[in-house]
């Protein structure tokens, strides 16, 4: 097994890891089918389907840089807290059930998204660009949880 390899399998890998754990955490506290929802809200079944994708383009955006020798600490540092703001948001909107409080707190994993999009774009263009489906679904689950929020209050 080469190196290149490895270290794709191993960034794809700890995030793919992380939303597992979570989901096995919150699996008994999943409520969304009996909430009130937004207009446009997905079936249940598409979101574990989509974000195993968007784990996936995760850790390979980040196996680019790590395999260029283009990871450093400002790059460690906001790639891991988006990861641990991310892997926190379940947790308070499942398990919890802080539908307001995950709103702001998806605000700011949001916005960390956004910073680490920008510092992967300084290093490498595709490992940037492959955090962007990342980004658009996160907004579009700010836009859901707000939603949620409003109509089961």
Excluded: C
Excluded at 93 to 98: A, C, D
Excluded at 137 to 148: K, Q, R, S
């Amino acid at each position: 097994m080469s190196k290149k390899f490895k270290t794709y399998l191993k960034s794809i890998l700890v995030p793919v890891l992380v939303g597992g754990v979570v989901g096995f955490l919150i699996s008994g506290s999943i409520d969304y089918n009996s909430l009130e929802k937004p207009f446009l809200s997905p079936p249940s079944m598409t979101f574990p389907i989509v974000w195993t994708i968007l784990y996936i383009l995760m850790g390979i955006s980040y196996g680019i840089l790590a395999n260029n020798s283009l990871v450093d600490s400002k790059i460690n540092s906001i790639y891991y807290l988006q990861l641990f703001f991310n892997a926190l948001w379940p947790i308070a909107f499942f398990l919890l059930k802080w539908r307001f409080f995950a709103f702001i707190w998806i605000i700011i994993l949001a916005i960390l998204i956004i910073i680490m999009i920008a510092r992967f774009y300084e290093k490498h263009k595709t490992s940037a660009w492959l955090q962007v489906p990342y980004l658009l679904w996160t907004l579009f689950a700010t836009y859901l949880n707000f939603g949620v929020y409003l109509l089961n209050r």
